[in-house]
């Protein structure tokens, strides 16, 4: 089955700085890559996802890229702020009717003000 | 009212006892399922559930049952709880579309604690 890899499992960013957090998969046939975040006592929220015929996809100022030959994918978040405090986690799956997610560990965000 | 909602959200209770967390959604959703989130190691899936009628388990069903009542109905059961069931349990919702049989939409979490 798939293996999710997450790194770093913590991070912590100075307010305006970029953040960088990685995962590697296991299963070649995998092609389709959310991002999670999960804010303190809520539960995961999609703000992401990435298809295995992109690179790469931004909204505002969050981008996701994706190197299929080696098997991992980021998720970039640019001028953090605050908010943006929480815990993310990437997945893996076939996007066929069938197939389940394979979360990674997760990593928590700290944004110092 | 939330999409997904989980109760209770919060419950300590003794090994041994009988537990059940309940979860219900207005999405309209066919697919249903419930996770554990333990610090490390992610979102696991215990059960899921495609349709009424349709119950699956996932990577870590031992020690837990699940019951689908109805299309937006869907509780999962500690027949006797341990102490490694502690952890914060998440049920979630997905469309059966293609391209949305993987987007989940999930509940605000129950928090068990086993003693």
């Known amino acids: 089955g798939e293996n999710v890899e997450q790194h770093p499992s913590t991070l912590s960013v100075q307010e305006g700085d970029s953040a960088v957090i990685k995962c590697t998969y296991s299963d070649s046939a995998s092609n389709y890559f959310p991002w999670y975040k999960q804010e303190l006592g809520k539960g995961p929220q999609l703000i992401i996802d990435?298809?295995?015929?992109?690179g790469e996809k931004k909204d505002q100022r969050i981008a996701v890229t994706l190197n299929k030959t080696a098997k991992h994918f980021s998720l970039h978040i640019t001028e953090t702020q605050p908010e943006d405090s929480a815990v993310y986690f990437c997945?893996?799956?076939?996007?066929?009717?069938?197939?389940?997610?394979?979360f990674g560990g997760g990593t928590r965000l700290m944004v110092k003000p | 009212d939330a999409d997904v909602t989980q109760t209770p959200r919060n419950r300590i209770t003794k090994t041994g006892k009988r537990i059940m967390l309940e979860c219900s959604q207005t999405?309209?959703?066919?697919?249903m399922y419930w996770y554990r989130q333990d610090p490390g190691l992610g979102l696991r899936l215990i059960y899921y559930s495609f349709d009424v009628k349709d119950i699956n388990k996932g990577e870590i069903s031992d020690g837990y049952s699940v019951s689908r009542q109805a299309q937006a109905k869907f509780s999962l059961s500690l027949e006797s709880a341990i102490p490694n069931q502690t952890a914060l349990y998440f049920c979630a919702t997905s469309d059966s579309g293609y391209s949305g049989a993987n987007v989940l939409t999930f509940g605000a979490g129950s928090r068990l604690t086993v003693l």
């Open positions: 999405k309209g959703h066919d697919r």
């Open positions: 997945a893996a799956s076939w996007n066929n009717a069938g197939n389940m997610l394979t």
């Open positions: 990435i298809r295995s015929n992109v």
